[in-house]
């Protein structure tokens, strides 16, 4: 079946530490994405990517790193930078043209101990 | 739009009314934008969409309401379900923006039996 998929459901981390979530897409899209949601809130840009070996910070960057190596993958590591990681993660991909929806994976819970 | 952070607004409505939730965007250059639905753990469902050049758009029990003059989008559920109790965000984008998604801040819809 095609679709977005996030890897691992649930994440723990410790304080210092650098961790790499996992985003596949099989639906041949070109731009991907990911999202920062935290509890209550909504849905905040941290980078995204609109083709191969290229990518964008949004609007909160600072903390995490990406890289866009192959078309399928769009992994986001979480830096020891990044003051309060406790967060939903959401990886979503789009065609990349004007005017098309995005897809989501199911999101990773990573959580500081 | 609404600022992306802050604490989500909620709506509850009793079974078989109909639900209103409305979103303000902020781009007057955005042309086209998208509902999603969003439940307790899981990554944002789309529901609907609509593009600039229109002022409604009707799916299976929902209907979305555009109004370019004030910058305002609206999600209509009629008959609104216990499965309809989720958190629903409004989306824009606009062609020179990259086609990048931006969110509101969502509402948290809750159905009563």
């Known amino acids: 079946d095609g679709g977005i998929t996030q890897s691992p459901k649930y994440l723990f981390r410790k304080e210092g530490q650098n961790v790499t979530l996992s985003c596949e897409q099989n639906?041949?899209?070109?731009?991907m994405y990911w999202y920062r949601q935290d509890p209550g809130q909504g849905l905040r840009l941290i980078y995204y990517?609109?083709?191969?070996?290229?990518?964008q910070k949004g609007d909160i960057a600072e903390g995490y790193s990406v890289s866009r190596e192959k078309k399928e993958s769009f992994p986001l590591t979480v830096t020891s930078a990044q003051k309060n990681p406790t967060a939903f993660y959401l990886c979503?991909?789009?065609?990349?043209?004007?005017?098309?929806?995005?897809?989501f994976g199911q999101g990773t819970r990573l959580t500081v101990v | 739009g609404e600022s992306v952070g802050l604490h989500l607004p909620t709506l509850s409505v009793q079974e078989g009314d109909n639900s209103i939730i409305n979103c303000a965007y902020s781009?007057?250059?955005?042309?086209?934008f998208i509902w999603y639905k969003q439940e307790s753990g899981k990554g944002p469902q789309f529901i609907i969409d609509?593009?600039?050049?229109?002022d409604k758009r009707q799916g299976q029990r929902v209907t979305v309401l555009l109004n370019k003059t004030v910058k305002h989008l609206s999600l209509q559920i009629a008959a609104t379900q216990p499965g309809d109790s989720a958190v629903y965000f409004c989306?824009?984008?606009?062609?020179?923006?990259?086609?990048?998604?931006?969110f509101g801040t969502g509402t948290r819809l809750t159905v009563i039996p």
């Open positions: 979503a991909s789009s065609p990349g043209r004007a005017n098309t929806e995005a897809f």
């Open positions: 639906l041949n899209h070109d731009a």
């Open positions: 990517s609109q083709i191969v070996n290229d990518f």
């Open positions: 781009n007057s250059a955005s042309d086209y």
């Open positions: 609509i593009r600039s050049n229109m």
């Open positions: 989306a824009e984008t606009w062609r020179s923006g990259a086609n990048n998604l931006f």
